[in-house]
């Protein structure tokens, strides 16, 4: 067998590794329910392929995996690994299990009707929810059992081929309509002492923790330690270490890498339990990498216009960035090159691939008429994403032999911002856009990545600007040698479009994905 897709650390950063070979998923991840019938996912495909996806993320439903307790159906997964073969893409399957959007909606009818074995949460007010508890329930060993199976199957059925090279656990995890499961058993855990482990966690690097509400003494129980953030805290331990129960159970099965996704709160003071309580939010960050040290990432949905912010908080020393989900807009684009560039993501997937480029709903072909909804995407946005994945497949080379090195940076245009400027090595770069970006026009922002490819020679890729290149060696001046226009072929290999001199002997990118290669001379 071929080796396994692994995450790899080195140096400062991470890489994927898909048969050895480092590999970005460039991505989208498929709406809810188009999994559930093979004719519409020919749709999908088809929009993969247009797209220049090598990756599409892609549910499994625990509902219909395990429509009775312990008789399984595996007939959906082996159509889109099949299909998925066929197509020539890579899968990333996301276990709809117990809790999915802070909602238990995906598990068996089985567990929904039996309160007995599995019960509810509770919240303030004593009232039952359509959430499962984890606390004095059979819920983890069933979900043990139909989780292993699945891992079993990929193993049998893919090891060989890997089309399925990362496993999503849960979606976006969480309690919603309070801050933590208030039920009995659940409040007799929150009364007992923090766990040791967690102390110890603390002590050895994170005593200055915002969360700490004592950093003196860091002995006692939930509310003793965290104070007002404790709801939140014991959730966050319990989510990630019944998540981490799953994967390293689904790791002595088939070790490929998991993952575990984030619904991200809106606001900084928005109250736990309006976003899922408990789940992997920045500042849980560091209980989830606790509690959980056999999930291989945190990975954010980012929804949110402050992409870079969740960027930089996600891409840590223990953890890549990875974007499971984001807008389908006229950021999608914008922000596939700072990923890359600068936060050197491992996936990138805009959520609804197969709406993108669609003015539409998924549900009913109904076009959008919710002014307020600005997440709606155009042909604009289709061609633009196409043309960018396209380029990136063909450099992936050249890109990842970056992505642990600080020889690479990614930009992308803000909102009301005509010009920015960047350092990258002994370069000093100005950078004009060419439109202004608006919250009610459809210009797509102006987006980049600048390599330095050795100690004269830069690569630019991207769209919508110009840059102007100076030198920050003192009393140094710069001068082309060449400019070439190009591309990189499906073997990789830099092909030179055209020669550019005299009045064209500048960086000045085109209004759609472009590729020039610039050789420099001091003096």
Request: glycine residues 6%; proline residues 4%.
């Amino acid at each position: 067998m071929k080796s396994l897709p692994v995450i790899k650390k080195e140096n400062n950063g991470y890489l994927f590794l898909v048969d050895n070979k480092p590999f970005i998923m460039l991505a989208g991840e498929v709406h809810n329910s188009a999994c559930t019938s093979e004719k519409y996912m020919q749709y999908v495909w088809k929009k993969a392929e247009e797209l220049n996806c090598n990756t599409i993320l892609a549910p499994v439903y625990w509902e219909l995996f395990e429509p009775q307790e312990n008789e399984f159906d595996y007939n959906l997964i082996q159509n889109i690994i099949l299909e998925s073969r066929l197509h020539n893409t890579k899968l990333v399957l996301l276990w709809f299990g117990s809790w999915k959007n802070g909602l238990s909606s995906y598990v068996p009818q089985w567990v929904k009707k039996d309160l007995m074995r599995f019960p509810r949460t509770e919240d303030e007010y004593g009232t039952k929810t359509k959430i499962l508890s984890m606390f004095n329930s059979e819920i983890f060993s069933s979900e043990l059992n139909a989780y292993t199976h699945f891992l079993n199957y990929l193993y049998e059925f893919d090891s060989e081929e890997q089309t399925v090279i990362a496993v999503q656990i849960e979606n976006e995890i969480g309690i919603l309509g309070a801050e933590r499961d208030f039920s009995k058993y659940a409040t007799e855990a929150f009364n007992k002492c923090v766990p040791n482990e967690l102390l110890e966690y603390f002590e050895e690097g994170f005593r200055q923790s915002i969360l700490l509400q004592n950093i003196d003494n860091l002995v006692g129980t939930w509310k003793d330690i965290f104070g007002s953030r404790a709801n939140e805290v014991f959730m966050a331990w319990n989510y990630a270490s019944y998540v981490n129960g799953l994967a390293k159970a689904g790791k002595e099965c088939y070790k490929i890498p998991s993952f575990t996704n984030v619904w991200l709160k809106e606001f900084d003071d928005e109250m736990p339990g309006l976003y899922p309580s408990g789940g992997p939010e920045p500042d849980m960050l560091d209980i989830w990498k606790c509690a959980a040290p056999d999930l291989d990432v945190l990975a954010p949905d980012i929804y949110t216009l402050q992409f870079e912010k969740i960027a930089k908080l996600y891409r840590r020393k223990d953890n890549p960035l990875f974007i499971p989900e984001t807008r389908r807009d006229k950021w999608a684009v914008a922000n596939l090159y700072i990923s890359i560039g600068t936060y050197k993501t491992l996936c990138y997937s805009p959520f609804g691939i197969e709406s993108v480029g669609e003015n539409r709903s998924f549900i009913t072909p109904i076009i959008h008429t919710n002014s307020s909804d600005k997440n709606v995407s155009n042909e604009t946005v289709k061609d633009l994403l196409a043309k960018s994945y396209q380029i990136f497949r063909n450099a992936m080379p050249l890109i990842t032999k970056f992505y642990a090195t600080d020889k690479m940076i990614g930009f992308v245009q803000e909102e009301g911002q005509m010009a920015k400027h960047i350092k990258l090595g002994n370069f000093f770069i100005e950078l004009e856009f060419y439109h202004a970006i608006e919250d009610d026009n459809n210009y797509i922002p102006g987006a980049g990545i600048v390599i330095n490819m050795c100690e004269d020679e830069l690569v630019f890729l991207g769209y919508g600007y110009r840059a102007c290149v100076s030198t920050l060696n003192q009393g140094k001046q710069l001068d082309f040698l060449l400019l070439e226009k190009g591309t990189f072929d499906k073997n990789h290999n830099w092909k030179k479009y055209m020669y550019l001199n005299g009045d064209e002997q500048r960086i000045q990118m085109e209004e759609e994905p472009t590729a020039l290669r610039a050789v420099f001379y001091e003096f």
